[in-house]
Nanobody
Framework: QVQLVESGGGLVQPGGSLRLSCVVS????????MRWYRQAPGKQRELVAL???????HYDDSVKGRFTISRDNTKNIVSLQMNSLKPEDTAVYYC?????????WGQGTQVTVSS
């Protein structure tokens, strides 16, 4: 059974940092592109960052220079380091794995940026 389990969310002040992690099991992690999405209340889910099987990264313009996605294929973990957080980063963050037409989702972790 494939599982993606996110952790690391919470409440942080503007300008602060959080590190999200997604532990993956039940699939060949190294063969999948990994992505982080987020969904704010009343908005559509949006792609935040992705990392390919060979470590190539892509970021949404709204997080470039502030967020860093990484993966550890030995531990089946994908992480999202989030720095200089802004109130508009508040959302539920989801981990996603994709390979061709096969995709899996985690349950999400809440990130709230507020003073």
């Amino acid at each position: 059974q494939v599982q993606l389990v996110e952790s690391g969310g919470g409440l942080v002040q503007p300008g602060g940092s959080l590190r999200l992690s997604c532990v993956v099991s039940g699939m060949m992690f190294r063969l999948y592109f990994m992505r982080w999405y987020r969904q704010a209340p009343g908005k559509q889910r949006e792609l935040v960052a992705l990392i390919s099987t060979d470590g190539i990264t892509h970021y949404d313009d709204s997080v470039k220079g502030r967020f860093t996605i990484s993966r550890d294929n030995t531990k089946n973990i994908v992480s999202l380091q989030m720095n200089s957080l802004k109130p508009e980063d508040t959302a539920v963050y989801y981990c996603n794995a994709i390979r061709g037409s096969t995709t899996y989702w985690g349950q999400g972790t809440q990130v709230t940026v507020s003073s």
